[in-house]
């Protein structure tokens, strides 16, 4: 069976540890393809690491999705793999919240294992999971290899999750509605995705939103090349969320927000009514 494993880590290019992953598939799952979806993630960063996995997952197809964040390496934390109802059917990781937003957009968890030492691992260390536990996982399982024979069987109650992005919604004295979102994501071009759905944008006034009340409305734009360079806009973006952006320049710096900043939208939100 040839099939492909879909890396996603916090380990970065500096060290070998990227490599490493690469070798041991090639080792157990020879015939599989190894796809890195991001080395990038902010160390440690667990939200961080489901936000982008929930993000890729949807574009992916059949394979095995292998995620390292894991600052609980060591410690008494659960390695999961975890079988979904759509493809990619399968997501190997550790059990801190860091699969759990991309096995919702998958469409649920069937079913879940917690992962056991893997015989095949060359070495054991209490400190790179990635290479004696993740990896092994993920290779069996492009291989054909059955969830259930890699570990014993959890309930997926028991699985540990991350609270859901924080959305709120109020009306004020005048009419116009303020939704509060978390920046959940900065891409590398400074564009701020924010924790609201694409579809609020759908009936908004045509004069715009107002960013944190500001007296300058924002224009909602349908893409990046209607703004003027150093223009501010809102648009819906690839991942069906609301962002801000700047026309050839960095939303980030621009609104003066990092990842987990509570922003404000004022206007008329036409599709709330």
Do not use: K
Not at 100 to 120: M, P, Q
Not at 215 to 236: F, H, I, K, M, T
Request: net charge negative; with cysteine; aromatic share 6%.
């Amino acid at each position: 069976m040839t099939s492909t494993v879909f890396l996603a880590t916090d380990y970065g290019y500096d060290d070998e540890f990227v490599g490493v992953l690469h070798a041991v598939i090639a080792r157990l799952a020879p015939d599989a393809r190894v796809i890195d979806l991001s080395h990038g993630i902010a160390p440690f960063d667990v939200a961080a690491g489901a936000a982008l996995l929930a993000r890729a997952v949807p574009a992916l197809g059949d394979g095995v999705v292998c995620a390292v964040v894991d600052p609980g390496v060591g410690s008494a934390r659960r390695a999961v793999g975890l079988e979904v109802a759509e493809p990619p059917r399968y997501l190997v990781g550790p059990d801190n919240g860091l699969l759990g937003w991309a096995a919702d957009a998958l469409g649920g968890i069937r079913r879940a294992v917690e992962l056991s030492v893997d015989s095949a691992a060359q070495v054991r260390s209490t400190t790179f999971d990635g290479r004696d536990v993740f990896a092994p996982a993920a290779a069996r399982l492009a291989s054909g290899e059955a969830l259930e024979d890699l570990g014993e069987p959890l309930d997926r109650s028991e699985l540990v999750s991350l609270p859901e992005p924080h959305v709120a919604a109020r009306t004020l004295e005048d009419g116009r509605v303020v939704l509060t979102g978390a920046v959940r994501w900065i891409d590398r071009f400074g564009n701020v995705q924010l924790s609201l759905p694409g579809r609020v944008l759908a009936g908004v006034s045509a004069a715009g939103i107002a960013v944190r009340d500001d007296d300058a409305l924002v224009r909602v734009v349908g893409s990046y090349a209607e703004l003027e360079p150093g223009a501010p806009g809102l648009l819906r973006d690839a991942n069906d969320a609301v962002a801000l952006v700047v026309g050839q320049g960095s939303a980030a710096e621009h609104f003066e927000v990092t990842i987990g900043d509570r922003i404000d939208l004022v206007g008329d939100f036409g599709s709330l009514r």
